[in-house]
């Protein structure tokens, strides 16, 4: 393929839609703890083609002379997506690496959020294509950040209960990096719809 041929905002809904099938095979994982080790190789497998996506990107980004937005946001973009599949990723081999049996309700409600904020992020990518006249994308924009503040609200709620209420430091400490972890994933996605935010007003 021809480096001219290339259609950013294509690239952009598949690595989405691959960072959505990540933070679903996620959510299994907390529903299927005893599974963790296949669940947690099946997320990294896609971490891989998440990997691969951006290179590919990258790689066609070096060859195009002509860019429908400027370069650094279409790198930017592309980053925090690949990024926000690492951090589910990280957390997947943390939960099989420190033998979680049980999942805290607080590390469920974060998850949820994470499973809705990855599939606004695809719809997004979507509307991104036309995104000098989508009237959907600010509102998906918008969405993305009050999910990512709903996740700060609960992030701190769980952290002080842990502190508060487990006696045990080495819970502490791993639910501690779960919970952390977690947090992060919704921060890297909230990245994406930032710049996304900055192409639509710098080009309105």
């Not at 480096?3 to 691959?18: G, N, Q």
């Not at 980053?79 to 081999?93: G, L």
């Not at 309700?105 to 036309?130: D, G, H, R, Y």
Request: charged residues 30%.
């Amino acid at each position: 393929m021809k480096s001219k041929e290339v259609d950013y905002f294509d690239l952009f809904i598949k690595a989405a839609t691959t960072c959505n099938r990540a933070a679903e095979g996620l959510d299994e994982l907390m529903d299927n703890l005893n599974e963790a080790k296949d669940k947690s190789d099946a997320i990294h497998q896609i971490e891989h083609e998440g990997d691969e996506q951006y290179h590919v990107l990258y790689h066609h980004l070096n060859r195009s002379f002509i860019t429908p937005i400027e370069r650094e946001d279409i790198l930017d973009i592309a980053k925090y997506i690949e990024d926000t599949i690492d951090m589910i990723d990280e957390v997947a081999i943390m939960m099989n690496m420190l033998s979680i049996s049980s999942i805290r309700e607080p590390a469920k409600e974060i998850m949820n959020l994470i499973t809705k904020v990855c599939a606004v992020l695809v719809s997004a990518t979507v509307e991104f294509k036309n995104f000098k006249k989508s009237k959907e994308l600010p509102k998906l924009l918008v969405e993305i950040n009050h999910v990512e503040e709903e996740g700060d609200v609960l992030y701190q709620a769980a952290m002080k209960e842990l502190f508060s209420s487990e006696k045990d430091p080495l819970e502490v400490i791993r639910w501690q990096n779960i919970y952390q972890s977690l947090e992060n994933v919704l921060d890297a996605c909230e990245n994406v719809a930032d710049i996304m935010e900055g192409v639509i007003v710098k080009n309105s």
